[in-house]
């Protein structure tokens, strides 16, 4: 029975994405890529990848991760004007460094990535592309973003996030040979025997995003993002990075309101409002405090807020940050945030 439902989860997801090959034994997004990682290089070997204060993640090269321990990552970043992804940048910097490896993907990007591009670029200096949607893979699924499995000689993504599963990760490869490198990678690799009552939850959710149904939640998804961006975008004290969002997420410089990005996630805390704080391009901030803030849609659309108590969701994150002293003001938002969340509960009583 084990072995049916490990089958049953890649089939589906194979037809979700249109792969060739896929492994759903990888426990998380990070140990997806290391075993990427392993299929495709060898330690020591050049690797570019994003930035982390750009948008990229720990696993795509940071110090203080395995990935830029065990392999000379070097790092791209976005144009310092636009602060979008500069292809012509990344191909000069490529043709210099001559990696093995090029890192697609991000954490922190809220505007659409063309991988076909990135492939153009791995293919003219005879780098190999590895894609990690682990954000937008739900878009993707949806059709609402471009798939980057066309395109890349391997895809990693966790099944949560925007895919709306468990906790867990998901390798994909249209190539016979990198699938067995991927499948070896993984067991006997890093991992022992595989949490199967966790690739059973990912058969289920890939049933659910076979459904009709997960379109509407990922375009509802977009739109939600897009209103609260909007709400930030009409006040002159904060600025949205990149200029507006094109997924489930955007970046808020909120350094002209409050002394930092950790400052912002504490006081939002207190008013039960969860996000996190991040990393700008260019940061002039430890990563310990930051000069943003990350707003997701994701788990407020999959509650059922929709366009009207997201843009209340960015006005009470607003309110909060400018009064940051004033405990009378704090005081209601936490009672608008318990009408909004009583108003669409978790579980049905």
């Given at each position: ?44 070997d ?10 990229g ?6 110090p203080?991760?395995?990935s830029g321990?065990?392999y ?13 992804l ?5 191909l ?31 293919d ?16 993707v699924?949806?059709?609402?973003h ?8 391997i ?55 076979l ?15 897009k209103?609260m ?13 990149s ?16 002394e ?25 901030l ?5 000069s ?18 997201s ?11 400018k009064n ?7 005081e ?6 318990k009408?909004l969340?009583d ?7």
């Amino acid at each position: 029975m084990v072995d049916v439902v490990e089958s049953l989860a890649i089939e589906r997801a194979k037809e979700i994405f249109g792969a060739k090959f896929a492994n759903v034994q990888p426990h998380s997004g990070s140990q997806a890529n290391c075993a990427a990682y392993m299929a495709l290089i060898e330690p020591g070997d050049t690797v570019m990848g994003m930035d982390l204060a750009a948008g990229g993640h720990l696993t795509h090269g940071a110090p203080v991760s395995f990935s830029g321990q065990t392999y000379n990552f070097v790092s791209y970043s976005v144009d310092p004007e636009t602060e979008l992804l500069d292809f012509g940048a990344i191909l000069k910097q490529a043709q210099e460094v001559k990696p093995k490896l090029i890192v697609a993907g991000a954490s922190a990007y809220s505007q659409i990535i063309d991988f076909s591009k990135f492939r153009e670029i791995a293919d003219a200096v005879g780098a190999k592309l590895m894609v990690d949607m682990a954000h937008i893979a739900g878009l993707v699924a949806a059709g609402l973003h471009p798939s980057p499995v066309p395109y890349a000689h391997i895809t990693t993504t966790t099944t949560h996030k925007t895919l709306r599963g468990p906790r867990g990760g998901l390798i994909l490869t249209n190539d016979e040979d990198l699938a067995k490198k991927i499948n070896s990678a993984i067991f006997p690799g890093i991992q022992g025997g595989p949490l199967e009552h966790v690739v059973a939850a990912k058969a289920v959710s890939f049933k659910e995003v076979l459904d009709p149904a997960f379109k509407e939640y990922a375009a509802n998804v977009i739109k939600n993002s897009k209103t609260m961006a909007d709400v930030f975008l009409q006040d002159p004290d904060f600025r949205i990075i990149s200029g507006g969002t094109e997924n489930h997420l955007f970046l808020v410089d909120v350094t002209k309101v409050v002394e930092n990005g950790k400052v912002a996630q504490n006081l939002l805390d207190e008013v039960n409002i969860t996000l996190n704080k991040n990393s700008i391009p260019y940061e002039r901030l430890s990563p310990f405090k930051t000069s943003g803030i990350r707003i997701g849609a994701a788990a407020i659309t999959a509650r059922g807020f929709g366009e009207e108590e997201s843009r209340k969701v960015a006005e009470l994150i607003i309110k909060t940050l400018k009064n940051a002293e004033n405990e009378a003001v704090l005081e209601e938002v936490r009672s608008l945030v318990k009408e909004l969340t009583d108003a669409f509960p978790l579980y049905e009583d």
